[in-house]
């Protein structure tokens, strides 16, 4: 067990590390000369050659790196040459909670709803139900986010006027207001893992209801939403769990565009106007947090299996 | 990251005929539906010049944001007066030959990359498939945004910035292909008699790995479109006044409370086209990817 989680964990850290480099290289092809930006109209050779010394530029790139490493563990990820704030804390402490926001609230509601459905569909297999909720899937699955969140501003926001349209609202300062606002984005996003949700649901379950030891539990008398919610269902944890993490990529890409159709200041918005204004430094933040979110949530999935499937702990 | 599990040994089925996939179509109603529209946006793009009402940039100063309506503008105009059935007809160009030649470059990058790493085994093998490790650790769309960050906009770019964000996945499926042939006996049996290695690859394994890769790359058309509109519409991709349709949506989004045509109207096209991909890649998927008929 602990030989299996001690190599799991070094092979996250080896991608880390490579995704690392890669984007530490983002910063250096990036076109144009960082420095020169950085001074603008204060420019003079002199002034050029001491911040080149001053932020380490002149020394070897493997240095730099190690350096830039160094900085970004401990929280130094430069300073905006716009803002003139530092990265850490518009990317980190700013952008990043709007964004996990989101994620977060889209699949609760995925879940919430998508596993209920695929129950329906599991146990009503191959009726008008299971026909509308497989219609339904399919074009979840392959309808694009930003479209599907403009028509709700359009059907919600303009026509009905029940929900605000723009903008954030952070929930652990007003949480009806958070909630309020986050109500369209949510929806829009979790679409896509809703569907998935439910064909995942259903395929698992059908499969499971088919065991023999269903056809014992309903012989020893138990009751039909005993047998389907808690015997069936369970079979459905572990495939659950495997899609959430290897969808993460998905949702934080999904997140990027729904926050551009609502106007959430989240991750999304903060790289698309970074490269607008050819902040790579702040396009590089985004690339790391995306990264080590996505590996270490997938690193969580895997130490979680032997927890969830006593079959699969290594013995 | 999760590993990924090998399919047991035996290689993929056959490819089937064109019958088989005619009969396919036969007793699946929906798939010829899907095949159909795609095709008509295939043709739609293809002669677009002809079939569109008005050349894509063209102003109508007479008519800005006119609703969809019997005359000159069918489906309306959007804000500089240019007729959206128009640009929404060229747009499906831009749609389809992004989304192609995303998918070629990721395909060529994954075949050469997977090929390489399930060959040379080793060390070789190792480090290829952590480079390949830390390309899925992106989501393909941040990854496009990091590329676009350094290339600049433009069509050109989108599909070299998309195609490189797919080349991961493909990477990884060519190898596995790659060491499911190479475990066959038919290979083994080859080398035995002195076929030279390279006679091995050419005749035996690259067969064996083209044609389940070009049934990923069929499925993966989709995603490519969503991924380059998306960039698009994040106002990064292509720029104004070219007529796609991520572009057009994004410029939609702004009016949408007094004319919600303009988004409407691209939107619509985007979302029937993925719908109908979509289901001819289950379809392709279901025809010729055995691993999923003995699962579903």
């Not at chain 1, 009905?160 to 958070?178: H, I, S």
């Not at chain 1, 050819?278 to 130490?303: H, I, K, P, S």
């Not at chain 2, 998918?103 to 498939?129: D, H, P, Q, R, T």
């Amino acid at each position: 067990m602990a030989w299996f989680a001690a190599r799991k964990v070094l092979q996250t850290l080896m991608v880390l590390l490579i995704v690392s480099v890669a984007s530490f290289s983002l910063l250096k092809l990036a076109p144009g000369d960082p420095v020169q930006l950085m001074l603008g109209s204060e420019y003079s050779p002199e002034a050029h050659a001491s911040l080149m010394a001053q932020l380490g530029l002149d020394r070897p790139v493997a240095e730099q790196y190690l350096r830039w490493l160094g900085g970004f563990l401990v929280g130094d990820w430069g300073t905006s040459f716009i803002s003139k704030a530092p990265i850490f804390q518009y990317a980190f402490m700013e952008a990043l909670p709007v964004t996990l926001t989101l994620a977060a609230s889209a699949l609760a509601l995925a879940v919430l709803i998508g596993v209920p459905l695929g129950v329906l569909s599991a146990t009503r297999k191959d009726t008008g139900w299971d026909a509308a909720v497989a219609t339904l899937t399919l074009t979840g699955t392959s309808f694009p986010s930003f479209y599907l969140g403009i028509l709700l501003i359009w059907i919600f926001g303009v026509k009905l006027a029940l929900f605000p349209t723009l903008g954030f609202v952070a929930p652990w300062n007003d949480l009806w207001g958070g909630i309020v606002h986050m109500t369209l984005p949510a929806i829009t996003l979790s679409t896509y893992f809703l569907a998935m949700i439910v064909r995942l649901t259903r395929a698992n379950l059908i499969e499971a209801l088919e065991q023999p030891y269903i056809a014992a539990a309903r012989a020893r008398g138990e009751p039909r939403w005993r047998v389907v919610w808690v015997h069936g269902l369970r079979n459905v944890m572990l495939p659950l769990v495997t899609i959430l993490g290897l969808q993460l990529g998905a949702l934080l890409q999904g997140a990027v565009l729904t926050e551009t159709v609502f106007s959430l200041p989240g991750v999304g918005q903060m790289m698309t106007s970074a490269v607008l204004n050819r902040e790579y430094g702040v396009v590089q933040a985004g690339v790391m947090m995306t990264a080590c979110l996505f590996v270490l949530t997938n690193l969580a999935v895997d130490l979680a299996y032997p927890y969830l499937d006593p079959r699969l702990r290594p013995r | 990251m999760a590993d990924v599990t090998l399919p047991a040994a035996g290689l993929r089925r056959r490819p089937a005929t064109l019958a088989g996939v005619w009969a396919y179509a036969r007793s699946h109603v929906w798939f010829l539906i899907a095949c159909a529209v795609a095709l008509a946006y295939v043709l739609a793009a293809a002669f677009a010049p002809w079939v569109a009402p008005h050349a894509p940039t063209d102003q109508d100063m007479m008519n800005f944001m006119s609703p969809p309506a019997w005359g000159p503008h069918l489906l309306g105009t959007d804000s500089f007066g240019q007729d959206l059935l128009s640009r929404t007809i060229y747009g499906a160009r831009y749609a389809l030959a992004i989304g192609l030649g995303a998918v070629a470059i990721g395909a060529f990058g994954g075949l050469v990359i997977g090929m390489a790493a399930g060959l040379s085994g080793g060390a070789v093998e190792w480090a290829l498939m952590r480079f390949v490790d830390a390309l899925l650790a992106l989501p393909s769309l941040i990854m496009a945004i990091a590329f676009i960050s350094i290339l600049g906009q433009g069509v050109d770019k989108v599909v070299l910035a998309v195609g490189v964000a797919l080349i991961g996945p493909f990477s990884r499926t060519v190898r596995g292909d790659v060491l499911q042939v190479k475990a066959q006996a038919f290979v083994e049996a080859a080398g035995l008699m002195g076929v030279k290695r390279l006679m091995v690859v050419w005749r035996h394994v690259l067969p064996n790995v083209i044609f389940p890769l070009a049934v990923q790359a069929t499925i993966r058309v989709s995603y490519a479109i969503l991924v380059s509109s998306g960039l698009s519409f994040l106002g990064i991709g292509v720029t104004p006044p070219t007529p796609d349709w991520g572009l057009m949506i994004a410029e939609g989004r702004s009016f949408v409370s007094f004319a919600p045509w303009i988004a409407g109207v691209p939107g619509a096209a985007l979302a029937i086209l993925l719908i109908a991909l979509s289901v001819v890649g289950d379809g392709v998927r279901e025809q010729f990817d055995p691993k999923l008929k003995k699962e579903a």
